[in-house]
């Protein structure tokens, strides 16, 4: 390779990586074929190769390390945990480095999708490596510089020591000539009681940000000549614009241009008409002005009763097989002790603290977006695919988001910036009202769950569980309609299918024009109320105590067995009183396992109070525990919304709750005492995020029915009237 050419690759690479002054990077290159896994390789492999990679770890001369966080961060922590794991590694304080997130780049990052909790467990070991081979390169130009053998020295807080004669080089010192080594191939990672940093409660780095203002969220992006847009979408849902009279909204001081646009919804182009104004205020007072005449004929106009008759008629179907063993119809006929019931969960709205927006600015054939974004590479792909440019002139910038939950993976709201700033030529921030996000969707669709168990000595014989809800993944274009949802059991414990000799567990799709998307912990957040209801029903029925009963089940797996041993044992369980209201349920999320128990009491002026949630977590290998207590207390307080206090409702194909006096959130006096056990163990990366939601919905009513005999089998219900 010429001087020449070299040198534009390197300027390429500073391009396509955004690390300028970097003397040494190291990152990942994933090669197209998913056949070849990813290799660890530097900033001059990626020059002299001309191969594109991203970088993860960048040092340069003055010793700044930069590290990257390829996934956004939306409360969860991956802001924190991606790079307190190249840190461990690369022995360096978390305090003294500077973390950039990265730009959407499917190619290069692989999936950026913040969702299923996977942000650790999907790349940890490609993240320690990574601090590993940086590290090690550095310990090695160390020790040829002083001629000396690499075994001789150490690294630690960003610098390499010669343990004989305690002479240390800063990383600044060595970055430049260890770029110019070879990466090693096979590093040696930190063993676990080596750890410094992971394993550590230590203070998230974008908590002081968010605590004086400067972390920058979306609707904080400003450019200049921004302008502003918001959009009158048809209340039904699903409409066309068939007039509008725009001169009321014109008048408006500040608005410059209303016009009809579309936004692509899975496999529809949903019609609203744009009002853009220098001023977010002025496009809201134009939107009010404005006059719209929607045709929405030929569209279901459902309501929640119709929907729920629909998905229980459904569950009088032939279902869809998706995990199946023995002969369930004939043990379940012939059984003398049965259970059957059926389980009701609502549609829910996402309700992210901060609402959707997004900054987009077409030009010259190219789109850069700024936003509250979980899925960066994933709307790149979209925007490219709408506007029929290249993908590599898309240009994805995550902010910090206020919440996600699922909503902002979804490619709608930067698919209508994108259109708005094409056609007014010039950058726009589109701003969704609290009312557009609760009224126009995606929603948690609803779920009716039929389910039938059969018990013989104590234990059970067979089990049957049939949903009827809408499919998630039958919304898109070229959807395969017949295909079962394979997520059907997801939130149920994995050992009961080893141990149920006769089982049946199926869907059935409801049709709807409603569309529906992950909310957190997806399916397992409605699963886990009913399977892990029915569990307790069949313990019941067996005249068993609860928590033993499921370790009856589940004792032939040991890290199972050892989680209800951990759930006894921290929550006194033995010494349970007859009159007191204790609830148990585990379920199993996203590589996690969780069990919880809630604890109830009778209030003096009626109804029921929630004395306190235990819970205990299994997540396997984990970065920081204090986070880990974080999101299993942000879990249970969204599932006790979920339970207790809200619902999306529909009337005449409207959703009925437009902001929070109808869709009430827990408040502070709502709050139980929540208690938080970790398990350690050697167990690969599980999720954190999203695990700790499903089982606390059951192991409430469960609670409920050991106190008061009453079984709660549709939410969300009143614990006033209880």
Request: net charge neutral; proline share 5%; aromatic share 8%.
């Amino acid at each position: 390779m010429n001087t020449s050419n070299k040198n534009v690759s390197r300027r390429n690479f500073v391009r396509i990586t955004g690390i300028s002054g970097a003397a040494l990077t190291v990152g990942l290159y994933l090669p197209a074929s998913a056949k070849n896994k990813a290799k660890i390789i530097t900033g001059e492999d990626a020059v002299n190769l001309s191969i594109e990679m991203n970088a993860w770890v960048s040092i340069d001369k003055a010793g700044k390390v930069t590290l990257m966080n390829h996934r956004s961060e939306m409360g969860q922590g991956a802001y924190q945990v991606v790079p307190q794991m190249i840190a461990e590694e690369l022995e360096v304080n978390l305090n003294d480095v500077n973390i950039q997130f990265a730009p959407g780049n499917n190619k290069k990052y692989g999936s950026q999708i913040t969702g299923g909790s996977s942000t650790v467990r999907g790349s940890y070991k490609n993240l320690l490596r990574m601090g590993a081979t940086a590290r090690e390169m550095l310990i090695a130009t160390a020790a040829k510089k002083w001629n000396v053998s690499n075994t001789e020295c150490y690294a630690e807080n960003a610098a390499v020591i010669h343990k004989p004669t305690g002479k240390k080089f800063g990383y600044g010192e060595l970055a430049e000539e260890a770029a110019k080594s070879e990466a090693p191939k096979n590093v040696q990672l930190k063993k676990r009681e080596a750890y410094k940093i992971i394993g550590k409660p230590l203070h998230r780095q974008d908590t002081p940000s968010k605590v004086n203002g400067k972390a920058i969220f979306g609707i904080d992006k400003k450019l200049e000549g921004m302008m502003y847009a918001v959009v009158e979408r048809c209340p039904r849902i699903v409409g066309k614009v068939k007039s509008f009279d725009d001169s009321a909204a014109k008048a408006v001081p500040g608005v410059k241009h209303v016009f009809k646009i579309q936004r692509g919804v899975f496999d529809s182009l949903l019609e609203g008409v744009a009002v853009v104004a220098d001023n977010v205020w002025s496009a809201m007072q134009g939107r009010k002005a404005l006059k719209v005449e929607w045709d929405d004929d030929g569209f279901e106009h459902l309501s929640t009763a119709q929907l729920y008759e629909r998905m229980k008629a459904d569950l009088s179907k032939d279902h869809l097989n998706d995990r199946s063993a023995g002969n369930f119809q004939m043990v379940f006929d012939k059984a003398t002790k049965k259970v059957e019931a059926v389980y009701e969960t609502p549609y829910e709205s996402h309700s992210c603290m901060e609402p959707l927006n997004c900054v987009a600015h077409v030009h010259d054939n190219k789109c850069e977006i700024w936003g509250p974004i979980q899925g960066p590479d994933w709307i790149q792909a979209d925007i490219s695919t709408h506007l029929g440019i290249p993908i590599e002139n898309v240009t994805v910038n995550m902010t910090f988001l206020g919440g996600g939950f699922g909503r902002k993976a979804f490619t709608d709201y930067p698919h209508e910036a994108v259109v708005i700033s094409k056609e007014i030529k010039a950058p726009v921030q589109v701003v969704w009202t609290r009312e557009d996000d609760m009224t126009q969707g995606p929603f948690r669709p609803g779920a009716v769950y039929g389910c039938k168990g059969a018990i013989n000595g104590g234990r059970i014989a067979a089990m049957q569980t049939k949903m009827a809800t809408q499919n998630m993944d039958q919304q898109g274009p070229n959807a395969d309609k017949s295909k079962y949802n394979s997520s059907t059991i997801e939130g149920l414990l994995k050992p009961y299918l080893d141990v149920i000799p006769d089982y049946s567990f199926g869907d059935v799709p409801t049709a709807s024009p409603i569309p529906v998307m992950w909310w957190r912990s997806v399916y397992a957040s409605t699963n886990g109320f009913a399977y892990e209801s029915f569990i307790d029903e069949l313990a019941i029925a067996a005249e068993k105590d609860p928590l033993a009963f499921r370790r009856a089940h589940l004792e032939s797996n040991p890290r199972y067995a050892v989680l209800v041993d951990k759930l006894s044992e921290v929550t006194n369980w033995e010494t349970r009183g007859k009159n007191e209201g204790w609830g148990v349920a585990i379920t199993e999320c996203f590589d996690s396992i969780v069990g919880e128990v809630v604890k109830v009491s009778k209030k003096p002026s009626g109804g029921v109070k929630i004395d306190k949630v235990i819970a205990v977590m299994d997540c396997g290998w984990y970065v920081n525990p204090d986070i880990i207590k974080a999101q299993v207390e942000g879990s249970i307080m969204m599932a006790l919304g979920a339970a207790t206090v809200h619902e999306t409702t529909f009337e005449d194909g409207k959703a009925v709750e437009k902001n929070f006096d109808r869709y009430r959130m827990p408040r502070f006096t709502d709050a139980p005492e929540i208690e938080v056990h970790i398990m350690d163990n050697d167990e690969k990366a599980g999720g954190v995020g999203e695990p700790g939601l499903p089982p606390f919905s059951p192991a409430l009513t469960n609670a409920i029915f050991d106190l008061t005999g009453k079984r709660i089998r549709k939410l969300p219900f009143s614990l006033d009237e209880v």
